[in-house]
């Protein structure tokens, strides 16, 4: 089965700038999609197919995917940023949904 | 504007069936490419991916839980209802519907997830 492996936790000083991996076998050929949790709270939408941003949120919330790393990037971190962050992609050739083990980003 | 809810007991007993009905408002079942999946997530754990169904019952589900789960869809009634048979206490954890728009696609839309224990 498909696995998408995160670092398990990210730490970034206010106003500066963190990066999320999310490592799959050639995903860099899948659409990948962030999640936003906050502590008891249901997952947010930030980034989907890869780059694109809902409605709503901020610019400061980029993606990109490439290879075998996919890669959400908060620019200019604030202290509301501080959230679980997940990855997730529809596997084609199992067609089946899998999420990413998870990040913990601390806003120092 | 798209909300959906979960509903269903918060504590189930071992070997019990588990009965979750997601009630959905501001999307139809029966439009094209539209879907609704079940996800879970154990207290301090990762979210896993359930089951999922389409608007033409197309139905998808995950491999590790497959002989547990049935997804089926009550457009009607704007539902989605998910049952686990055999419930063990590992299964404790909040269960979330969300909504995708296609295939592939996003959820784009969330649940604000029910917290289902399993205990004696």
């Not at chain 1, 008891?40 to 694109?52: E, N």
């Not at chain 1, 610019?59 to 290879?67: C, D, H, L, M, Q």
């Not at chain 1, 959400?72 to 050739?93: F, K, N, P």
């Amino acid at each position: 089965s498909y696995v998408l492996t995160q670092p398990p936790s990210v730490s970034v000083a206010p106003g500066q700038t963190a990066r999320i991996t999310c490592g799959g076998n050639n995903i860099g050929s899948k659409s990948v999609h962030w999640y936003q949790q906050k502590p008891g709270q249901a997952p947010v939408l930030v980034v989907y197919d890869d780059s694109d941003r809902p409605s709503g949120i901020p610019e400061r919330f980029s993606g990109s995917n490439s290879g075998n790393t996919a890669t959400l990037t908060i620019s200019r971190v604030e202290a509301g940023d501080e959230a679980d962050y997940y990855c997730q992609v529809w596997d084609s050739s199992s067609d089946h949904e899998v999420f990413g083990t998870g990040t913990k980003v601390t806003v120092l | 504007q798209i909300t959906l809810k979960e509903s269903g007991p918060t504590l189930v007993k071992p070997t019990q069936t588990l009965t979750l009905t997601c009630t959905f408002s501001g999307f139809s079942l029966s439009t094209s490419g539209v879907g609704v999946g079940w996800i879970r997530q154990p207290p301090g754990k990762a979210l896993e991916w359930l089951a999922l169904i389409y608007w033409d019952d197309d139905k998808r589900y995950s491999p590790s839980l497959k002989s547990r789960l049935t997804i089926t869809k009550d457009t009607s009634k704007n539902q989605v209802v998910l049952t686990m048979t055999n419930m063990d206490p590992v299964d404790t954890a909040t269960y979330y519907c969300a909504h995708r728009r296609v295939i592939a696609a996003a959820f784009n839309y969330w649940g604000q997830g029910t917290l289902v224990t399993v205990s004696s």
